[in-house]
C-alpha cells in the first residue's frame, strides 16, 4: 500500500532526528569492564570511544600480564558499547520497516 509522498518524507525527516538524537546520548553514555581481577578497567563511550583506562598499582608488576589484561578489558567494554549502540539504535532503525518503504 503506497503512502502519501509528503507524509513519507515527514516520517523520514522525524526518524533523522530521532537518529541523531540518539547518537549524541551514546556519545554520553559509558559502559566499564574489568579484567584481571580488577586490576584494569577501561570505559568506553557508546560512540565507541574510550573515555578511561584505570590500572592497579600491583598490575605494574608483571607487564606481560598487563598487556594481557588491558586487551581483555578493552575488548569486553567494546563489546558491551556496541551492545549499547545496536540496543538504542536498533529501536529507531526498527521503525523504518513500519514505514512502507520497499526494501526497507
Keep these: 500500500m503506497a503512502q502519501n509522498p509528503a ?16 547518537q549524541e546520548k551514546l556519545a554520553e553514555e559509558t559502559v566499564s569492564a574489568s ?15 574510550f573515555a578511561d583506562i584505570t590500572i592497579a598499582p600491583e598490575a605494574l608488576e608483571d607487564l606481560e600480564m598487563l598487556q594481557d589484561t588491558i586487551i581483555a578489558a578493552s ?11 545496536n540496543n538504542r539504535m536498533g529501536a529507531i532503525a526498527g521503525a523504518l520497516g513500519n514505514m512502507g518503504i520497499p526494501g526497507l
Design 35 to 49: 579484567a584481571g581481577g580488577g586490576a584494569v578497567t577501561v570505559t568506553v563511550t557508546g560512540a565507541l570511544e
Design 75 to 85: 575488548n569486553e567494554a567494546m563489546r558491551q558499547a556496541q551492545h549499547l549502540a
Design 7 to 22: 507524509k513519507m518524507m515527514k516520517q523520514m525527516q522525524k526518524l533523522q532526528e530521532d537518529m541523531a538524537r540518539a
